[in-house]
T-cell receptor
């Protein structure tokens, strides 16, 4: 078990472009979470999945954001028509149902220029 | 409303000195409390967690935290800080399997 893996580690994109991030959780974990962290702030919740079902979405997740977890394993987070305000670290975490506490990945740092 | 307050944005301590990082929370149900540490450009690592039982919990790297319900606090402590402890520390509150609410973090600098 290599922990939670996120790719890419860094992404620089031009404003208006679409980007997609991938998260591979710990294999036996059925819950997967996406958080966003901006400079000087703590992580803010975006959305989470239990298996393939997306159970909760934050109001931070505008209609330009979409997340999927098609087979209950890895997840993707897509941002369409990126804006400079989307520049942040996007963190993925997973947990095993009633097991408490997340395991976080190392994050994907997005820079929109 | 659920929230976490970390009053100290930045703390500087000398190596070998003791450390206490403050955390106050507001949560509508029984709180599950966590401390995470983050090194620059990295994800978050769980230091310790409190769910129930003994209000003094031990974590990794020699850290401990004490839950005080009457004060809505969950302060992190370490008796003797090492240079490698320099990092950002986040307190979080949440419910099992659900979203966590994080504080804005406390940045720790360790002076040799």
């Amino acid at each position: 078990d290599t922990g939670v893996s996120q790719n890419p580690r860094h992404k620089i994109t031009k404003r208006g472009q679409n980007v997609t991030f991938r998260c591979d959780p710990i294999s036996e974990h059925n819950r997967l979470y996406w958080y966003r962290q901006t400079l000087g702030q703590g992580p803010e919740f975006l959305t989470y999945f239990q298996n393939e079902a997306q159970l909760e979405k934050s109001r931070l997740l505008s209609d330009r954001f979409s997340a999927e977890r098609p087979k209950g394993s890895f997840s993707t987070l897509e941002i369409q028509r990126t804006e400079q305000g989307d520049s942040a670290m996007y963190l993925c975490a997973s947990s095993q149902g009633s097991n408490y506490g997340y395991t976080f990945g190392s994050g994907t740092r997005l820079t929109v220029v | 409303a659920q929230s976490v307050t970390q009053p100290d944005i930045h703390i500087t301590v000398s190596e070998g000195a003791s450390l206490e990082l403050r955390c106050n929370y507001s949560y509508g149900a029984t709180p599950y409390l966590f401390w995470y540490v983050q090194s620059p450009g990295q994800g978050l690592q769980l230091l310790l967690k409190y769910f129930s039982g003994d209000t003094l919990v031990q974590g990794i790297k020699g850290f401990e935290a004490e839950f005080k319900r009457s004060q809505s606090s969950f302060n992190l402590r370490k008796p003797s800080v090492h240079w490698s402890d320099a990092a950002e520390y986040f307190c979080a509150v949440g419910a099992p399997g659900n979203q966590f609410y994080f504080g804005t973090g406390t940045s720790l600098t360790v002076i040799p």
